[in-house]
Nanobody, 126 residues
Framework: QVQLVESGGGLVQAGGSLRLSCAAN????????MGWFRQAPGKEREFVAS????????YYTESVKGRFTISRDNAKGTMYLQMNSLKPDDTANYYCAAADYKKTWPGRSEYEYDYWGQGTQVTVSS
């Protein structure tokens, strides 16, 4: 089992920045890649970005390219999402997730993931 805990959400004005963190604990040796998803009220959960844990390859959804950066710190067992130039449309509950070695990179579907965090709210005011 892998436990994931997000932090770093909050309220920010449009154009501002936030950094989300996702701390992974437990059987992290089984993790192949991790990702960030978000879900706005009344909308389906959508893929944001993913990263291969061992080699740090990254993949982004088009709407966040150039604004968001996904990274990880192996020593700390933590994944990050640096979000710059935030827009009101980025407002959502952000979730981190982890996939084991049986799953398929880049993990754009939530069904590729085995473990989920509880979410952290990001609100961008206009």
């Amino acid at each position: 089992q892998v436990q994931l805990v997000e932090s770093g959400g909050g309220l920010v004005q449009a154009g501002g920045s936030l950094r989300l963190s996702c701390a992974a604990n437990g059987r992290t040796s089984s993790v192949y890649f991790m990702g960030w998803f978000r879900q706005a009220p009344g909308k389906e959960r959508e893929f944001v970005a993913s990263i291969i844990w061992s080699v740090s390859n990254t993949y982004y959804t088009e709407s966040v390219k150039g604004r968001f950066t996904i990274s990880r710190d192996n020593a700390k067992g933590t994944m990050y999402l640096q979000m710059n130039s935030l827009k009101p449309d980025d407002t959502a509950n952000y979730y981190c997730a982890a996939a084991d070695y049986k799953k398929t990179w880049p993990g754009r579907s939530e069904y590729e993931y085995d473990y989920w965090g509880q979410g952290t709210q990001v609100t961008v005011s206009s």
